[in-house]
């Protein structure tokens, strides 16, 4: 069953529009977005939609056009990397959650790892796929960078992908011609040349390094073994340097997996299990508020109730009438949000299981 997709739009500290959408439903994962994308577009796309699908059926699968691309304003003059994390930090404010799950990939890797870094308290799990804390291993542009420029200057807007295609076959080498000719078109219609110029030489200057060691979420890196636009080497540093890092490599030579590949089912079920834990972590964070919410006295009735009194045993032993106990228990059911027959038994085993957690 599909799961429709919601589109909206907020803006970014300086103005910029920024357009987001959401589907699926389970504990919140913001895909930090890469440099190529199109909110509509992707969603009929033979490349990602199986990422839409898949995440979205266990994940409330929250993704944006970042500033530049998609449905994103276009006129655009700061790529910066502080620019991309206020625009992150714009569109978690317009979520209204107070915390969630960041998937990094690609080029929003190292914005990800940045808001990670510098707003730990936000940040339940942190997922990284094909990313670098670093745009460009040289200081200066190598002559394989300034090919790459000049073939978006020459081609990104001409409706023969000849140009294009080279970058196709970079991140998708395995893809279908269906598939490839999708990504062509994508770089066309997901922005503009010279933002696609522009955007590229922002991402060479990234260096997020020094953050690493202040990121305290658990994370995991996933990363294709034969990935040509970005090196394993830069996934190995940056599980190193991140303290509850966990490498997982992939036997893809795709820098976006493909749906009928086997990498993607381990990275669907890594995904899978990481993310059932931020849910977890998140249930008995809530379980704690409503144990916190009990009075002393209906963590006595509690109490007395887990030994097997019998409500006129605690009322006597409390100096209370059994109505009064009666209305404490059901309080604390209240506050627990337990009803039923079985509430008695359910509360007790709650408070009994938070205060041995």
Known sequence: MELPQEI????????????????????????????????Q??????VWRHFLDDLGSFCTLI????????????????F???????????????????????????????????????????VD???????SAVGS?????????????AMIRAGW????????????????????????????ELQRMSTSTENAVQSRMARQEVNVTGLLPDITAPTLVLHALGDRAVP?????????????????????????????????????????????????DAASSEAAERIASLSAREREVLHLAADGRTNAEIAEILVLSVRTVERHLSNAYLKLGISGKSARTAAVASLLRQETA
């Open 63 to 78: 993704r944006y056009d970042e500033r530049g691309f998609g449905l994103s304003d276009w006129k655009v003059s700061d």
């Open 157 to 184: 807007a001409q409706e023969d992908p000849l140009f294009r295609r080279v970058f196709t076959n970079i991140f998708i080498p395995d893809a279908t011609e269906e598939q490839m000719g999708w990504f062509d």
């Open 232 to 280: 394993l080497d830069d996934a190995r540093q940056v599980a190193t340097l991140i303290p509850s890092a966990r490498l997982v490599p992939l036997e893809s030579s795709n820098h976006i997996l493909l749906a009928d590949e086997p990498a993607w089912q381990v990275f669907r079920e890594e995904v899978r299990g990481f993310m059932s834990s931020a849910g977890a």
């Open 137 to 149: 291993h040289t200081p200066t542009p190598s002559e394989r960078e300034l090919a790459f420029r």
């Open 8 to 39: 909206r739009f907020s803006r970014g500290p300086d103005g910029v529009r920024l357009a987001y959408a959401s589907h699926g439903h389970g504990p919140p994962l913001l895909v930090v977005s890469c440099w190529l994308s199109h909110l």
């Open 41 to 46: 577009h992707d969603w009929q796309s033979p």
């Open 125 to 131: 799990r942190l997922i990284l796929y094909g990313g």
């Open 80 to 122: 910066s990397l502080d620019a991309r994390v206020r625009d992150l930090d714009a569109i978690i404010g317009a979520l209204g959650l107070d915390h969630l799950s960041l998937l990094g990939m690609s080029g929003g890797a190292a914005v990800a790892m940045a808001y990670a870094a510098t707003q730990p308290e936000r």
